[in-house]
């Protein structure tokens, strides 16, 4: 079983609908993050969380909304769907107390998601 | 705030020939550096990364990456392509913001092409 899940891996929604989409992880890791990856700009940073209680908003939170339910569950909300929010989008985990001084991110396969 | 930037977004090699992905960064302190690869579809997977215990750095694949502080650089090589090495690369760095708190900044990504 993969080690970070995100659902649904693909989604197509109109303006205006509210989306979310999940992340899940069984690695035992502390924090977790959201990106989007967007042609020729690469991964932009949208929440990250650092523990259960923790939310940080990254590079370009507008329009966005996360839930972090429990250790392992990490969501990401669209509340009202635009369609410049079309864009492939990665969940992550990290484990700063593991001993890895640089934090490596693990990343998720991926949900592509399409906003008509 | 630091950043990173990737030479060339497209690069194509023949099979067997040399491949080398540039990648510098801006850091006003020893940074932790990245390079992550995306197969076609899927997440993305760690190479290798520099934790400034040596300055080359072997990861999985063949690949190694050197860190060159006089040159603000850290260039992704392996000494002969193979087909299965066609994906797109992406270089990070982690920056540091205040409180202690901190996130990875990508680089724009580098597709590589190869030729049979």
């Known amino acids: 079983d993969a080690d970070v899940t995100q659902t649904p891996r693909n989604r197509i929604t109109k303006t205006g609908k509210r989306i979310m989409l999940e992340c899940s992880q069984t690695k035992g890791h502390d924090r977790m993050y959201w990106y989007r990856q967007d042609p020729g700009l690469g991964l932009r940073l949208i929440y990250y969380?650092?523990?259960?209680?923790?939310?940080n908003k990254g590079e370009i939170s507008d329009g966005y909304s996360v839930s972090r339910q429990a250790q392992a569950k990490f969501s990401l909300s669209l509340e009202s769907a635009i369609p410049n929010q079309t864009a492939l989008y990665f969940c992550?985990?990290?484990?700063?107390?593991?001993?890895?001084?640089?934090?490596?991110?693990?990343f998720g396969p991926g949900t592509r998601l399409t906003v008509l | 705030a630091q950043s990173v930037t990737q030479l060339g977004s497209h690069v194509s090699v023949s099979e067997g020939a040399l491949v080398l992905l540039r990648c510098n960064y801006s850091s006003s302190v020893p940074p932790y550096l990245f390079w992550y690869v995306q197969y076609p579809n899927q997440g993305l997977q760690l190479l290798l990364k520099y934790t400034s215990a040596a300055t080359l750095v072997k990861g999985i694949n063949g690949f190694e990456a050197e860190f060159k502080k006089s040159e603000t650089s850290f260039h992704l090589t392996k000494p002969s392509a193979h087909m299965s090495d066609a994906a797109e690369y992406f270089c990070a760095v982690i920056t540091y913001s205040g409180a202690g708190s901190y996130q990875l900044t990508f680089g724009k990504g580098t597709k590589l092409s190869v030729i049979p």
């Open positions: 969380s650092f523990d259960v209680k923790d939310i």
């Open positions: 992550a985990t990290s484990d700063l107390t593991s001993g890895d001084r640089a934090d490596t991110q693990y």
